[in-house]
């Protein structure tokens, strides 16, 4: 059991994110046990055949314990914002101390025998960590970044779907709802993963407490290091309709209706996004932006919600269903 003492005020702090790099990593236990993760099979066999003939598929793999199923806590690291650049994640992990990655990669093993390709690699700590982190960028982009834009709206999705139910019903309804197997009372979470023989007590005291969903956990993780940043990645929902098809919206007949600058913005918001980003990508004024987002608010088809300091606007059902003409 992984157990967490969080004070009013880490209640008051707590923080949402989702990390390109989380998924970039938790995504090898599907590889590792397609059986356990039947609902992400066409991704599997796709990069199962991307993958073919890469030769470090080897060492990422190995990086996943047999049976216990953990992976060194350096690859990954607690987000620094809520929508982390996969590029800033990239290098802060290769700005760890080497030492620090084989200490990790020796922790994820626990008692068993560590593989020959990691215990050869062990010998020489910055060996290790250079050739790791490089191993997970060019994986990154075989496995992940195509998908990174479908994957990242569910997260997102699910962001503001925990940051409302904060709004509205407390912290305790949200970190109850995040996993059956957790408790909270008191100021004390409980994460009940006995069967991975995690067994800690932390104190957050102000270092700041991370909820992270994440698309490959099968329930709620934590790091292994009682000292590590306190975190919770816990399975997104939706996960189902991930890889499902999904018809192509009709830009023209939404432009008829409400304007080519809204239109545009509502297509864009399919993941909730943030006002300033909206305004870096279409190269004009927060204020500009603001305005579209006002007006769409007021008429129910963007909603909005807090994601630690950020506001996220997303698309209602009533505006997918208008430009899916599903009204």
Not at 151 to 156: A, F
Request: net charge positive.
């Amino acid at each position: 059991m992984i157990t967490y003492r969080l004070s009013v005020d880490d209640l008051a702090d707590m923080r949402f994110a989702c990390s390109p790099l989380l998924e970039t990593a938790t995504s090898l236990w599907a590889l590792t046990e397609p059986s356990a993760h039947v609902l992400h099979l066409p991704w599997i066999r796709r990069t199962n055949a991307v993958l073919a003939d890469w030769p470090d598929r080897e060492l990422l793999l190995a990086l996943v314990t047999p049976q216990l199923w953990w992976m060194p806590d350096f690859l990954t690291p607690r987000p620094s914002s809520p929508l982390p650049d996969v590029r800033d994640e990239l290098a802060q992990i290769r700005r760890t101390p080497p030492r620090q990655a084989v200490a990790d990669v020796i922790r994820a093993y626990g008692d068993r025998p560590l593989p020959l390709v990691l215990a050869d690699l062990c010998r020489t700590p910055r060996r290790l960590r250079d050739r790791i982190c490089t191993a997970f960028a060019t994986y990154w982009e075989l496995a992940i970044e195509p998908h990174w834009p479908r994957m990242r709206t569910l997260l997102e999705a699910d962001m503001v779907h925990r940051a409302r139910l904060l709004a509205r019903d407390g912290a305790a309804a949200v970190l109850t709802g995040l996993d059956p197997s957790i408790q909270f009372s008191n100021g004390v979470l409980r994460m009940r993963i006995s069967s991975y023989q995690l067994d800690y007590e932390s104190d957050v005291r102000g270092r700041g407490f991370w909820l992270v969903p994440t698309l490959f956990a099968k329930h709620t993780i934590a790091p292994l290091d009682p000292d590590g940043p306190p975190t919770a990645a816990y399975p997104a929902r939706g996960i189902g309709t991930l890889w499902e098809t999904r018809p192509e919206p009709t830009r023209r007949a939404l432009a008829d209706l409400l304007g080519t600058p809204r239109a545009d913005l509502l297509m864009e918001l399919e993941a909730p996004t943030s006002t300033v980003e909206l305004a870096r990508r279409r190269n004009v004024s927060p204020s500009a932006i603001s305005q579209h987002l006002a007006t769409l608010h007021a008429n129910g088809l963007v909603a909005r919600a807090r994601a630690g300091r950020v506001v996220l606007y997303t698309r209602t059902e009533l505006a997918d269903r208008l430009i899916h003409n599903r009204l």
